[in-house]
Nanobody
Framework: QVQLLESGGGLVQAGDSLRLSCAASGLTFSSYSMGWFRQAPGKDREFVAT????????YTADSVKGRFTISRDNAKNTVYLQMNSLIPEDTAVYYC???????????????????WGKGTLVTVSS
């Protein structure tokens, strides 16, 4: 059974940093592109960042570029999202997604990822 388990969310102040983790099990991790997506209250889920199977290629949303960095450790079956200089607009539930399609396809078709975690809440206060 495939499981994606996000962790690392919480309540922080504007300007703070957080590191999200997504631990995968039940799949051949290195065969999957991974991505982070988020959904703010009352809004649709949106792309944040995706990373290729070997970690060599990443895509990042313009709204977080320069502040957020996606990375992965295939030996640990884990993908990370380092979030710096957080702003209140980053408040959302952050979801980890996995798909066998390339990272660019996962970026533009993120809603169709094969597997999803249950999400972790990030709240940024002003």
């Amino acid at each position: 059974q495939v499981q994606l388990l996000e962790s690392g969310g919480g309540l922080v102040q504007a300007g703070d940093s957080l590191r999200l983790s997504c631990a995968a099990s039940g799949l051949t991790f290195s065969s999957y592109s991974m991505g982070w997506f988020r959904q703010a209250p009352g809004k649709d889920r949106e792309f944040v960042a995706t990373i290729s199977r070997n970690g060599g290629t990443t895509y990042t949303a313009d709204s977080v570029k320069g502040r957020f960095t996606i990375s992965r450790d295939n030996a640990k079956n884990t993908v990370y999202l380092q979030m710096n200089s957080l702003i209140p607009e980053d408040t959302a539930v952050y979801y980890c997604g996995a798909d066998t399609s390339p990272a660019y396809v996962l970026k533009i078709q993120g809603g169709r990822a094969r597997y999803w975690g249950k999400g972790t809440l990030v709240t940024v206060s002003s």
